[in-house]
C-alpha cells in the first residue's frame, strides 16, 4: 500500500489553492466537480492534497492535522515568516531528535513541518 492523499474541506477554494501555492509551493495537478463539490488535488513533489469546496453545504471547522518532512526547517520557518505565515505552535525540539513546528490553513487545519 502506498500514501495517495489528504482530503480537506475547505470554505473557498480559490483562496485554499493560493494559500497551499504561495506557502507550500504547490501547484494544480487536477481539477474537477463531482456532484455538488468542487475539487482541486495539488502536489508538491511525492506530497499530494485534495481540497474540496462543497458548494451545498459550507465546510465545517477543521479538525485536520497533515505533516510533511523537510530537510531544513529553519529555512522553511523563515520563507514562511516572509510570506507572513507564522507559526501557532512551536517550534520544539523532541527528545528523538525531531524538531517540529505547527502552523494553521486558512480554515483551522494543522499543518505540521518536521525535521528528522
Keep these: 500500500m502506498k500514501w495517495h492523499h489528504a482530503g ?14 504561495r506557502m507550500f509551493d504547490f501547484t494544480i495537478e487536477q481539477f474537477l466537480t463531482l456532484s455538488c463539490e468542487k475539487i482541486a488535488f495539488l502536489k508538491n513533489a511525492g506530497v ?9 453545504i459550507p465546510a465545517p471547522c477543521n479538525s485536520v492535522h497533515i505533516s510533511w518532512q523537510v ?16 507559526p501557532s505552535e512551536g517550534p520544539y525540539a523532541l527528545k528523538s531528535g ?11 487545519e494543522i499543518i505540521e513541518l518536521i525535521q528528522l
Design 48 to 56: 499530494r492534497i485534495e481540497l474540496i469546496e462543497s458548494e451545498v
Design 8 to 21: 480537506i474541506e475547505v470554505r473557498n477554494l480559490d483562496d485554499s489553492i493560493h494559500f497551499y501555492e
Design 71 to 86: 530537510e531544513d526547517i529553519e529555512s522553511w520557518m523563515k520563507r514562511l515568516r516572509g510570506k507572513g505565515l507564522s
Design 98 to 108: 525531531w524538531v517540529t513546528v505547527f502552523y494553521e490553513g486558512l480554515d483551522g
